[in-house]
């Protein structure tokens, strides 16, 4: 496996780019940028637009996925079952609201650079739905964040960039 650390903005912002084994180190045809549960930072749209750029894909492929929120089980105390679900609700849309206008600057970068872009929101396990949307649409490099979760709390429960990182065949860049 080959890993590279190079700023590509400021002081803030790396990008982490790992290829698997058997990965291609070749220009992208196709690259899927993902988002869920948090945005990128300001900055890394920045450093989405040097590594469109460079590689000059002939398609993106926007992936919002929407997880369920997990509850805290003590509000279950306090609120009832259909509160409960309104919340569920409000809250799935509020990220999703957040993740789409995040998009949307991805997706300007991508019409000033003239790549053509191909939009698919999902639901369910982050991994999985990346997993299965790259191997479907023939993905060449995966654009992800790194997990936010300590050593332990991945050791635990795992990450989903640990998660993709194993099994996508591909090229990896991971922008924080």
């Known amino acids: 496996m080959v890993e590279a650390d190079r700023p ?3 002081d803030d912002v790396r990008m982490k780019e790992e290829a698997a084994e058997g990965g291609s180190e ?7 940028v993902i988002v869920y549960r948090r945005m990128y930072t300001a900055d890394s749209l920045e450093g989405i637009y040097h590594l469109l750029e ?23 105390t306090y609120l009832s079952r259909g509160d409960r679900e309104r919340l569920t609700r409000a809250c799935e849309h509020d990220l999703t ?12 970068i991508c ?9 698919v929101e ?19 490099l995966v654009v992800i964040h790194p997990s936010d979760k300590g ?18 065949l591909g090229r990896l860049v991971m922008l924080e």
Do not use: H, W
Request: charged residues 35%; negative net charge.
């Open 26 to 32: 070749e220009d992208a045809s196709t690259v899927m």
């Open 122 to 140: 999902r639901r369910g396990d982050v991994a999985d739905v990346v997993l299965e949307e790259a191997r479907d649409r023939d993905v060449d």
């Open 97 to 108: 609201v957040r993740l789409t206008l995040y998009l949307e600057g991805v997706q300007s």
């Open 151 to 168: 050593r332990l709390d991945r050791r635990l429960s795992g990450s989903v960039s640990d998660r993709v990182r194993k099994g996508f």
């Open 111 to 119: 019409d000033r650079l003239g790549i053509g872009t191909e939009t």
């Open 8 to 10: 590509v903005v400021g």
């Open 54 to 76: 460079e590689e000059r894909p002939e398609r993106v492929v926007l992936l919002t996925v929407v997880e369920s929120p997990v509850m805290d089980p003590s509000m279950g």
